[in-house]
């Protein structure tokens, strides 16, 4: 029985697992549940422990439902995947500090019922939170000489920092226009760079 991850038909939150799972050698089954059918699945505690997704489950029926520790997970079992995060504590350190650092720009975007109050917030946290986060990646790719943070090795950090910029340069970050990213034009050929990668072509579709 093969491990089980499950999440909407996007990318989104499980884009670096299924990525580190097939790159891992998992064989895993790769469930993508239609958001028509969510409502009532989140209500099965077990299969859904904290109420949203990703979740894995493994051969011997326990569940996890955090992203990050999830594709972490399949890099320790090694295979292709092995590379993603580093066994090196200070190297891992700072592949963590990028992944968590993505997940809080991500988490601390504004919401609102009202859109046209989401709208406001949005624009606001775009103009004056965002930019921190995309100068110092734009800082650590220099430092790192490219084409990836870590220089020519791809790892988790590249993945997560890679999500956020093709999500507003693609249009899907509510209010936040996708030319918002032109300022930072190493960080959208690194996009290109990490989307380019044989293990991402490979696994992250």
Known sequence: MAPTLTYFPLAGRAWACRIALGAAGTNFVD????????GAAKADTEAFPMGYMPTLRLDNGKVFSQSRAIARYACKLGGEAGPLYPSDPEAAMAVDEVTDMADE???????????EKKKELRLAYSKDVMPKYFNLFAKMLATSGGPFLGGEQLTLADLSVSGCTDMIASGFFDHVPKEW??????????????????????YGQ
């Open 31 to 38: 469930k993508r549940l239609p958001g028509s059918e969510w």
């Open 105 to 115: 720009l991500l988490t601390k975007c504004p919401q609102d019922k009202d859109e």
């Open 181 to 202: 990213v032109d300022p930072w034009p190493t960080l959208v050929a690194h996009d290109k760079a990490v989307r380019a990668h044989p293990l991402v072509v490979k």
